[in-house]
């Protein structure tokens, strides 16, 4: 006869696996090597100056993987091999065929391999080729200061930073042939301070984005401006918010958390960027207590937080394609740092 303690023992242990389900242990691993760093303090010969920095703003990279850095106060665009070594700078300070002025964005067209930097304070765009020869300038049909990317060879998608009406939108697609505003998709209220460098990706017909103070990722079909999908993001984060600064003739954007998707393949993964800040100060936003990024991965249908990217503390991601992501540092001196996200395993 078996012993009732047994069967009872037996019956707690299968009530315990109905409830919380025969589910094996997430034995998932993210790995991720840190790669070049591209910047130094003291030059000591000639050639080394060419790895000064003044104001790393914009980072994009070409199909060999070479780097373009955009550097706002430099006036100019450094490019380096995808190893890190230096091949050549492009422009300078200006408003002639081959300079730039107020430089905001750089980004590499995908269907030409020309150069764009968005300039002239978000109002114009400047093409280049690959040689930095000036090509043409648009003049936009609205100022925007945040990332752009191309969906076809004329046409760029933003998410728009200033809007002069009541009604906002969330993605704008501009024909930089006509010079017109195409469409203006997924109509929202949001706060235009707080978009202000707002990252996204594209995936086929898909822009997928974590609008500020959200906890979701968001899949927009950008021919159709339909919603496809909607992730969430497991966790509480603090809102982001603004604040009147210098006597209530500024406002200012505290953005204690951000976050970008990304592809590795045809898996999708979530750079997610948390901030700390001593107080509600200009010398506080300059200077917070803390900047941590951490990698997240899809999990039952919620992003969940698998890697803390511990060497990349106080980096803002610069880039980010496949396993290739770009964090910028301005301690001690302006820098990049290059991180790969090594084969996802099982341990």
Same mark, same amino acid.
């Given at each position: ?62 199909? +060999?993987? @070479? /780097? #373009?850095? %955009?550097?706002?106060? =430099?006036?100019?665009? &450094?490019? *380096? $091999?995808?190893? !890190? ?26 269907? +030409?391999? @020309? /150069? #764009?930097? %968005?300039?002239?304070? =978000?109002?114009?765009? &400047?093409? *280049? $080729?690959?040689? !930095? ?215």
């Amino acid at each position: 006869m078996v012993n009732k303690s047994f069967l009872t023992l037996l019956t707690i242990y299968l009530l315990i696996m109905v409830l919380f389900g025969f589910q094996e242990k997430d034995n998932f691993k993210l790995a991720y090597s840190m790669g070049k760093i591209i910047g130094i303090n003291e030059p000591k010969t000639k050639a080394a100056e060419n790895y000064i920095f003044y104001n790393i703003g914009s980072v994009d990279c070409d199909k +060999n993987g @070479n /780097i #373009y850095v %955009l550097d706002r106060l =430099g006036y100019c665009v &450094k490019v *380096f $091999d995808k190893y !890190g070594k230096f091949v050549k700078k492009l422009f300078k300070k200006g408003k002639g065929p081959n300079e730039i002025s107020a430089p905001q964005e750089i980004k590499i067209n995908k269907f +030409n391999n @020309n /150069i #764009y930097i %968005l300039q002239d304070y =978000g109002f114009t765009i &400047k093409e *280049f $080729d690959r040689n !930095g020869n000036f090509i043409k300038i648009f003049n936009l049909p609205e100022q925007f200061f945040s990332p752009f990317d191309f969906i076809t060879e004329n046409k760029i998608i933003y998410i728009p930073t200033i809007s002069k009406t009541k009604k906002k939108y969330y993605l704008n697609i501009v024909n930089l042939k006509t010079l017109k505003m195409e469409k203006k998709l997924i109509r929202i209220a949001y706060h235009p301070f707080l978009n202000d460098g707002q990252f996204f990706v594209l995936n086929k017909d898909l822009i997928w984005s974590v609008p500020r103070n959200t906890n979701n990722v968001i899949a927009y079909n950008y021919i159709t401006g339909k919603q496809v999908e909607r992730i969430k993001i497991k966790g509480k984060f603090k809102k982001n918010e603004t604040t009147k600064l210098l006597n209530g003739r500024a406002i200012v954007p505290f953005i204690y958390n951000s976050a970008i998707p990304f592809f590795i393949k045809d898996n999708l993964y979530l750079l997610l960027t948390i901030r700390r800040y001593k107080d509600k100060t200009i010398k506080s936003l300059k200077n917070p207590l803390s900047i941590k990024n951490y990698i997240y991965i899809k999990r039952e249908g919620v992003f969940v937080k698998k890697t803390y990217l511990k060497n990349c503390d106080f980096g803002e991601i610069k880039y980010i394609l496949g396993d290739k992501l770009i964090f910028g540092f301005r301690d001690p001196y302006p820098h990049l740092k290059i991180v790969m996200i090594k084969k996802s395993f099982n341990k």
